[in-house]
């Protein structure tokens, strides 16, 4: 079984108990309230899916090191390729 | 140590996204088992609109990025050659 048949048959079963709940194909006669929470479900991840990216995508900037050494050594390369550049006749 | 004002965007953004999921993990999870007559409703608009509000700002978001992508390509389109 392939990791796209996994995929996509979790997401059915998932998707499946969600529609029985929403729409009520199986005359359940769940209270009202569980109704109401269950059909936003799909919107309510993908935000809380959002919240969670922008979160971390916050704190890793926030909380990202300077690297001295990798700055320097990156400035050092990019005067060795123009200079390399300017040799070979390429007018920056 | 990050810079003080990429440490204040970086926060800014783990506040900002914290905000948002306490009030839509509420408004779509916790109103449902509140009494109708609670105060707390009057905080939050009509149950449809916790649906409709994400479609439209992912619907923006979009549209966005794909302005983006269409005016860079065509800023860089060329004649007859295209690299």
Partial sequence: MTKLLEWVFGVSVIGAAWALVTFDLLNLRLPEAYKEVAWPMPVYLLVVFGCYSLATVGYRVATFNDCEEASKELQDQIKEAKEDLRIKGLKM | ?83
Avoid: C
């Avoid at chain 2, 140590?1 to 440490?7: F, H, I, K, L, N």
């Avoid at chain 2, 449809?48 to 619907?59: K, Q």
């Fill in chain 2, 1 to 83: 140590m990050a810079t003080g004002e990429d440490q204040a965007v970086g926060m800014g953004l783990v506040g900002f996204s914290l905000l948002l999921f306490t009030y839509y993990t509420i408004w779509v999870i916790i109103l449902p088992f509140v009494d109708s007559d609670h105060v707390v409703h009057q905080y939050f608009l009509q149950r449809e609109y916790s649906v409709i509000l994400p479609g439209i700002a992912a619907l923006i978001l979009l549209l966005s990025v794909g302005t983006f992508i269409g005016v860079v390509t065509w800023k860089n389109r060329k004649p007859k050659k295209v690299d």
